[in-house]
Structures are given as structure tokens and as C-alpha cells.
């Protein structure tokens, strides 16, 4: 079932089953430096679709960090342009892509970044609660999308009592339960064994064919490469 669409505050956002999940189009990005500056995206053209599962490779330096930044308003490019579900990021203000990235965009990381003293569900709650989702409902969507992702049994266990494959789920539903269009996760397996990393995996591809979210994640993990649909590769800031 694809999720629904919801308007995003202050943001004029008509969205389509034909509209990517995130366009860029020649993204370049410099940085200054004591003796000059450094180009560290030269010219990058991306566009990933619903339902679509990409995989990002490429060397620490490549510039797969700035990229992602980059694609989800945390950072500007120099020269070109990023849309989210056909909106211009140029067009919004800090608190307008604040509004985007809470209500459409999922963001995972390496690292859970539970707080530990609450629990497995308080945790995945909070992305309700800055949406101000009702009590009853926030209660609910957590509990379902942790069913989801093999954690119904773990719904009261505090993030310290978890293991680290238990709280990159948690993260995971986290991500999830505000329902949004486009997720993107930056090396997600990294700190997980190898059965937990499988299993996350797996997530990855049942979610994505089940919402008709797009998912874009930055991996050195072949076997991620393995199971996405595309694998596109950044060198030396390029797209090759």
C-alpha cells in the first residue's frame, strides 16, 4: 500500500506517482580553504523514483556525505538545483525545510541515536510528536510500524536494554512512522553483525516494495549494493 500524501506546512507540494522522490541537477559544491577552495561535487544529475531502492558507493572523500546533506536541505550546493517531491528547496526557508524533512523525508544513520532511558516505542514516537500527531494515533503507528520491523515484542524495552541490531530497527521504524516518500540512510549496516545486517536488508526491500517509498542508501556494504535495484557510484565528485 502506498502511503498517503500529506502537505508539508508553508509548502506548496502537489504530489504525483510520476514525480522522483529527490532530483538533483548539476549539484556542484565548493569549499573554502586557507589556499583557495575545494570543488567536492563537480557536476552531479540524480533522480530517484517511488519505489525505488538505490544504492551510493564510492571512497570516504568521495563526497557522499555532502551529497546526501545536500539532497535533504541540510546543506546548499553551490551551482544547481534539488527538489523533493517536485518542490525546490531553493524556494523554502530553514524552517520550511525543517517542515519537509519532518513530514516526507525518513532519515537513518549509522549510529541508532536512541535515547536510551525511553523506550522502544517512546523513541519511534518522537518523530510524532513534533508533527503534534494525537496521543492515541502516535501510540498506534508506533506500535504498528515496530510489528513491522520485528519488534513487537520489544515495544516497552528501553533503548539500553536493547541490542545494537534491536536499536537500528527501532531507528528504522523511526524512520518510518511519520510515513514518508523518500528515505535515505547513510552506511545503516556498519556498526551491525552480519545476520542483524541480512535482516536489515531485508527490511529495506520489503518496505520499499510494500510503501512505494523511494530509498537511497549510502553503503559500503556489498550486499546492500546486492539487493537495491540501481547502484550508482560517486568518485572524486562525479557520478561514474
Given at each position: 500500500m502506498m502511503y498517503p500524501s500529506q502537505g508539508v506546512a508553508g509548502v506548496d507540494m502537489p504530489v504525483d506517482a510520476g514525480t522522483a522522490v529527490v532530483s538533483a541537477e548539476q549539484?556542484?559544491?565548493d569549499f573554502k580553504t586557507g589556499f583557495g577552495s575545494v570543488q567536492v561535487l563537480r557536476g552531479i544529475d540524480l533522480a530517484i523514483m517511488p519505489g525505488e531502492f538505490v544504492a551510493l558507493q564510492g571512497r570516504s572523500?568521495?563526497?557522499?556525505?555532502?551529497l546526501l546533506n545536500i539532497l535533504v536541505g541540510l546543506d546548499?550546493?553551490?551551482q544547481g538545483s534539488v527538489a523533493i517531491l517536485g518542490q525546490s528547496l531553493a524556494g523554502l526557508n530553514e524552517t520550511q525545510r525543517a517542515a519537509l524533512r519532518r513530514e516526507r523525508v525518513g532519515l537513518l544513520f549509522q549510529n541508532a541515536?536512541?535515547?536510551p532511558t525511553l523506550t522502544a516505542q517512546e523513541n519511534v514516537?518522537?518523530?510524532l510528536r513534533l508533527l503534534g500527531t494525537a496521543s492515541k494515533e502516535r501510540s498506534a503507528r508506533a506500535q504498528e510500524v515496530l510489528e513491522r520491523v520485528g519488534l513487537k515484542e520489544k515495544v516497552d524495552h528501553r533503548g539500553l536494554e536493547l541490542s545494537g541490531g534491536e536499536q537500528q530497527r527501532v531507528a528504522l521504524a523511526r524512520a518510518l512512522v511519520h510515513r514518508p516518500r523518500f528515505i535515505i540512510a547513510d552506511e545503516p549496516t556498519g556498526n551491525l553483525d552480519s545476520l542483524t545486517g541480512r535482516n536489515v536488508i531485508t527490511l529495506f526491500q520489503e518496505i520499499v516494495n510494500q510503501t512505494g517509498v523511494g530509498l537511497l542508501v549510502a553503503t559500503h556494504d556489498q550486499r546492500i549494493a546486492s539487493a537495491a535495484q540501481r547502484i550508482i557510484r560517486i568518485q572524486d565528485g562525479l557520478l561514474v
Open positions: 549539484i556542484t559544491r572523500g568521495s563526497g557522499k556525505s555532502t546548499d550546493p553551490t541515536h536512541l535515547i514516537e518522537i518523530a
